[in-house]
């Protein structure tokens, strides 16, 4: 069985338990059970505002599934239907659609440049009323092991302040939007593409130097090349995924894939519209997908997520490109994507780059050096693991209400990052997080060339609110050492809940039943990251 969600993606729907990092429910508690608010949680809307609104299906009873959702997007607290201003958006259907039954009040603020037109327009969609529960999905109509059980979308979504012209976002906003640096910009953005399509090109050149004339690219040389170009062509397809998806940009975004990690095709909704706007939150399934491997045993972890990553390239991701196809069929295209024509060049470019991707595997195989391959494969999987969680300090709670202003959140919630010490440099070899902060406090921004020269106006404007700047962290020497120690070497979860040691953490049978299961996920097509 599978759960058809147009949002993030549509995954196996496993019995509880079987989803590594996925918290248990409480006893009796059924799989539409709502929470109540938690302490300190800010509510949308008028307090006690739980009647439904007219026409809005009745709330399921005990073992009943969820009727289907009123079309209603939420902003600031009140209700409309943007049904009909879907197809009149440049974002269209793959942003406005997929936040259906969401709250957009953050998602609109980072990205739209000027809201303040938005708003005005959004009237004449407006119900007329506030907005309540009944308008909220409550699992952001996406999979709900993303989340933590007992999360709700209505209590647990972060509120922030955006009516105030002099905050953090604004005053940047208004800056670049100063003609000089627009157009400084756009150019920018134009070096950029052309870094990216030079790389593109080193990128077949060095596999065709290694098995045309291995003596000329000896193995070392080889994994060093393919790690650094993989992380680098995935770093353009990390800003893709940030852009308008409009023309070739569609099939672009599937670059995010290169170095192992993502199924863009079913990550961007999560990465664009739930992690940016809401990092740090429960909102933000990027940090809990990243911590799904502590469920292992210490010294499972490696083999097994290899493993599980394995399949997630052979088997899993093919399977989940034909279960994406298979719910826009069955949800309908104009939900998704608005047109099959769009949806085409989606399609193809998540499957180009996966038969790029396997296809290699078979091409050394077939010449007879597929350990170089392999070696490639490992060191650029496991480095593209930490350096994403790098820029982010997922492995620690934060247990800190944010304030109100969100450009002001968004900088302290970030890191930047080095690895050689040149920001342009950085900025393809960090695939993308090298100039985070500026990242994201501006997600709208098309390159991250356009991040770096951005970065010196926000630090400006930071600085005249009292806001220091945290000097940009090391990958190698000061991330990395911390990440390896919080990932690898920590007790799995269930030893640290039940005090079990080490014997009984890597023996006991529930221990050896989640790894099992969290190996068949990756070729199922669930993948932790």
């Not at 004339?213 to 090349?225: D, E, G, K, N």
């Amino acid at each position: 069985m599978t759960i058809d969600a147009p949002g993030i993606e549509s995954v196996p729907d496993f019995d509880d338990g079987e989803i590594p990092g996925r918290p248990q429910r409480p006893e009796g508690a059924g799989p539409d059970t709502e929470p109540g608010p938690r302490p300190g949680a800010r509510l949308t809307g008028p307090e006690g505002a739980h009647a439904p609104p007219e026409g809005a299906p009745a709330p399921p009873g005990p073992g009943q599934k969820p009727a289907r959702l009123m079309d209603v997007w939420v902003y600031k607290g009140k209700a409309y239907d943007l049904t009909d201003w879907i197809n009149k958006h440049p974002g269209g259907a793959f942003f406005i659609g997929r936040t259906k039954n969401r709250d957009i009040t953050a998602i609109l603020n980072a990205y739209h440049p000027d809201p303040a037109k938005i708003e005005k327009m959004l009237e004449r969609y407006s119900l007329d009323r506030q907005a309540n529960p009944f308008d909220i999905h409550p699992k952001n109509n996406a999979p709900p092991f993303l989340f933590k059980d007992d999360f709700n979308s209505w209590h647990d979504t972060p509120k922030f302040n955006f009516d105030r012209s002099d905050d953090l976002l604004h005053r940047v906003k208004a800056r670049l939007r100063e003609p000089a640096m627009a157009a400084r910009v756009k150019r920018m953005d134009r070096w950029f593409n052309v870094v990216a399509a030079l790389l593109l090109v080193a990128y077949f050149g060095v596999q065709a130097l290694r098995l045309g004339v291995p003596a000329w690219m000896p193995l070392p040389l080889f994994v060093i090349a393919m790690v650094t170009l993989r992380s680098c062509i995935a770093g353009y397809g990390h800003y893709a995924v940030h852009r308008r998806q409009r023309g070739a940009n569609r099939a672009l975004v599937s670059s995010f894939d290169m170095n192992y990690v993502a199924l863009s095709l079913v990550t961007q909704d999560g990465h664009t519209l739930l992690h940016h706007p809401h990092v740090q939150s429960e909102v933000d399934i990027k940090k809990n997908v990243f911590t799904a491997m502590m469920e292992l045993p210490r010294l499972y972890r490696v083999p097994v997520h290899t493993l599980h990553k394995i399949g997630h390239l052979f088997t899993g991701m093919p399977a989940r490109i034909v279960d994406v196809i298979r719910i826009t069929r069955d949800v309908g295209v104009d939900e998704v994507y608005g047109t099959w024509r769009n949806a085409r060049v989606h399609f193809f470019g998540s499957i180009t780059v996966r038969l790029l991707l396997i296809g290699e595997f078979v091409l050394f195989l077939a010449m007879g050096d597929v350990w170089a391959w392999v070696l490639q494969f490992l060191a650029t999987m496991w480095v593209s693991t930490f350096l994403i969680v790098a820029s982010h300090d997922f492995e620690e709670e934060d247990e800190e209400e944010p304030g109100d202003d969100w450009g002001v959140h968004q900088l302290q919630e970030s890191y930047d990052l080095t690895v050689v010490g040149n920001r342009y440099v950085d900025c393809f070899l960090s695939a993308g997080l090298s100039p985070h902060r500026a990242h994201h406090v501006l997600p709208f921004q098309r390159s991250g060339f356009a991040n770096i020269i951005s970065e010196d106006v926000l630090r400006e404007e930071a600085a005249a609110q009292g806001i220091g700047w945290d000097k940009p962290k090391s990958f190698a020497t000061d991330r990395l050492p911390k990440l390896l120690r919080a990932y690898l070497l920590t007790p799995s979860r269930d030893a640290q809940a039940n005090g079990w040691g080490f014997i009984r953490e890597h023996l006991s049978p529930k221990a050896c039943k989640a790894s099992l299961v969290y190996a068949r996920a990756g070729f199922g097509g669930i993948s932790s990251v």
